[in-house]
């Protein structure tokens, strides 16, 4: 089985960074995509990033855009979400998810595997 663990989280002010770090344990996994997704209270799961194996593919919701930066190290088994200029709606529980393939996916329903999610709250 594959475990994802996020870290990072926390408050901070309007205008702040945060970065994310989401590490993979148990079984290794093959090539594959990392995502990033959000949800805040009452809303659905939205799509932050993802990236490819390779790291050559990098995709972004159009909320974050010029401001959040996804990467990856695989010998580490991590990804990375450098979130800059943070506003107050960016306020939510990111997710990190996983999928073995060498498609980069931007819904929740191509990724198999999850983690417990990390709050970022940003305050006004």
């Known amino acids: 089985q594959v475990q994802l663990a996020e870290s990072g989280g926390g408050l901070v002010q309007a205008g702040g960074s945060l970065r994310l770090s989401c590490t993979a344990s148990?079984?290794?996994?093959?090539?594959?995509?990392m995502g990033w997704f959000r949800q805040a209270p009452g809303k659905e799961r939205e799509f932050v990033a993802a990236i490819s194996w390779s790291g050559g593919v990098t995709l972004y919701g159009n909320s974050v855009k010029g401001r959040f930066t996804i990467s990856r190290d695989n010998g580490k088994n991590t990804a990375y979400l450098q979130m800059n200029s943070l506003k107050p709606e960016d306020t939510a529980v990111y997710y990190c998810?996983?999928?073995?393939?060498?498609?980069?996916?931007?819904?929740?329903?191509?990724?198999?595997?999850w983690g417990q999610g990390t709050q970022v709250t940003v305050s006004s």
């Open positions: 998810a996983a999928r073995e393939t060498t498609l980069v996916p931007t819904t929740t329903w191509n990724y198999d595997y």
């Open positions: 148990g079984r290794t996994l093959s090539r594959n995509a």
